[in-house]
């Protein structure tokens, strides 16, 4: 079946990098398009970060754009999210989801991790 | 981009129907028909609902319909149960391999 499993989250000063992890399993992850959407506590949905299946296309919300960078290493079934100049704002939990190969929805999606940014 | 606004409570009785609105811009819901619409219960992960604005992914109840007209796109349950009681969100394509979220609909069950 699938599966979506975060890693690398947790607990970072203002202004410090951190990277998740996102394992796949239980598809052709060289076939689908990946996103990292997050979710600030309490508040709602966001997507951060967006690629194309072949890394050709990426794209950013206008709240992390050069400093959050997305990449995939399909040979590893994994998705990355390197994020560098943390801010409090960025607070949130992050998930992993899959882009329908259906459609225009997210069809799976991960635990989701928590990233908190504070001094 | 901005959130595409939905209202933030919506209630309804068992067995009754209710309407949850997404109103975006020519830019996002209005320009493409790639409206999606996700249940989430508390400390869960979102699940998928509704894609490509009124298609249902296998699993889900036939009680669950979406809809678009110009910049609104609609989802609308019927036959209320105390298990669709959750938060609900919509999102669209907005272009260059951007989307956009509702800000979130919370749906009580009387």
């Known amino acids: 079946q699938v599966q979506l499993v975060e890693s690398g989250g947790g ?3 203002p202004g410090g990098s951190l990277r998740l992890s996102c394992a796949a399993s239980g598809f052709t992850f060289s076939d689908y398009y990946m996103t990292w959407i997050r979710q600030a ?9 967006y690629i194309s ?9 206008g709240s992390v754009k050069g400093r959050f960078t997305i990449s995939r290493d ?5 998705l990355y999210l390197q994020m560098n100049s943390l801010r409090a704002e960025d607070t949130a939990v992050y998930y992993c989801a899959r882009r329908s190969e259906a459609g225009a929805g997210f069809d799976y999606w991960g635990q989701g991790i928590l990233v908190t940014v504070s001094s | 981009q901005s959130a595409l606004t939905q209202p933030r409570s919506v209630s309804g009785s068992p067995g009754q129907s209710v309407t949850i609105s997404c109103t975006g811009t020519s ?3 209005g320009g493409y028909n790639y409206v999606s619409w996700y249940q989430q219960h508390p400390g869960k992960a979102p699940k998928l609902m509704i894609y490509d604005v009124s298609k249902r992914p296998s699993g889900v109840p036939d009680r669950f319909s979406g809809s678009k007209s110009g910049n609104t796109a609609s989802l609308t349950i019927s036959g209320l149960q105390a298990d669709d009681e959750a938060d609900y969100y919509c999102c669209s394509y907005a272009g260059s391999y951007t989307w956009v979220f509702g800000g979130g609909t919370k749906l009580t069950v009387l």
């Open chain 1, 41 to 49: 506590p309490g508040k709602g949905l966001e997507c951060v970060s």
């Open chain 1, 11 to 13: 607990l970072v000063k």
């Open chain 1, 74 to 78: 399909n040979a590893k079934n994994s």
């Open chain 1, 53 to 61: 299946s072949s890394s050709t296309y990426t794209s950013y919300a």
């Open chain 2, 27 to 29: 830019s996002d819901v």
